[in-house]
């Protein structure tokens, strides 16, 4: 005997996800043995995302700029799924395919805590830190990079896990994942709508 204790499994689906979300999250591998892998499980992580797009872009439909939310929303959504396909050629092409699923279920729950975090760490650091570090031009283009380094490393840690890869293929896989969003969210910036909006944002932060 190795003399190593396993923590018991939390009980109840919800707690389940909640504690490997957690686990993951953190760097530990065995969160992933609390996700299923089965199509139940997929609708389950899937859904939560359908409810955000729909109340979202429901908000942008009654707004005056409807247009440029949807595009926002479709661009998000693509890039999930996107991920997802992506990560699916990958894992076929390395006779991983039958690993997908829960990489699929994992992925989705996870993708969550950048966007939580970057929800409520930056109002707490506007509280905590003084304004003329973090309202500058430098303060937000750094926060903003620590919270994609994490997100970063939070994709390529979930692949490697979930699809039993590599260190070196997880990061060819992350590339091919960011590659496309890049591509994606370049050809969005291209459509007048998109485009001025990211215009008004951006000049602010990175200047002219």
Known sequence: MSGRTETPKPRGPIMAVIYGTWRLTRGDPRGLSLFGGDVDAF?????????VFFVVGSVFALSDGASVGFTAILLNFTCILAQLVIAHAFAAHWARERLWMRYAVAAMWTMWLPF?????????????LPSSIIDTRGGAIGTNLVFFVYELWLTWFVARVALAL?????????????????????TAALLPPYYNFWTDFSTPLFGN
């Open 43 to 51: 609708g389950a992580a899937f859904a939560p995302w359908l409810a």
């Open 116 to 128: 939580l975090l970057q929800v409520f760490v930056t109002p707490l650091l506007h509280f905590t």
């Open 166 to 186: 590599s260190r070196g293929r997880a990061v060819l896989l992350v590339s091919a994942i960011y590659g496309a969003g890049i591509v994606m969210d370049v």
